[in-house]
Nanobody
Framework: VQLVESGGGSVQTRGALRLSCVVT????????VGWFRQAPGKEREGVAA????????YYLDSVEGRFTTSQENAKSTVYLQMNNLKPEDTAVYYC?????????????????????WGQGTQVTVS
């Protein structure tokens, strides 16, 4: 299983970015893709997730209404659209995957439930 992220960058407050995560290696769509972030000096936190088989989603309260995760099956890609960005959204963002639906149904998301991770991409909001 491999996850490759792209799309980070620097934006101004209230700007937008879209992160992409290409997931390869799973034989079917019954897996959860989570989005995590880690700001300097803080613990990693889960901000969103999508269960590929039925597109059910999860959002951290602080990003709900601003962030949207979606998928494009033909490209094996999951997206995180981030709108109305705030300086406190500055962090390294990671996508991660876990076989089955369980990881997507835990509130809040737990790092330990995900066993495949992307390389991370920096998002800076100023």
């Amino acid at each position: 299983v491999q996850l490759v992220e792209s799309g980070g960058g620097s934006v101004q407050t209230r700007g937008a970015l879209r992160l992409s995560c290409v997931v390869t290696g799973y034989p079917y769509s019954g897996y959860c893709v989570g989005w995590f972030r880690q700001a300097p000096g803080k613990e990693r936190e889960g901000v969103a997730a999508i269960y590929r088989a039925d597109s059910t989603t999860y959002y951290l309260d602080s990003v709900e209404g601003r962030f949207t995760t979606s998928q494009e099956n033909a490209k094996s890609t999951v997206y995180l659209q981030m709108n109305n960005l705030k300086p406190e959204d500055t962090a390294v963002y990671y996508c991660a995957a876990s076989l089955g639906a369980g990881a997507c149904h835990t509130n809040p998301l737990r790092e330990a439930d995900f066993n495949n991770w992307g390389q991370g991409t920096q998002v800076t909001v100023s």
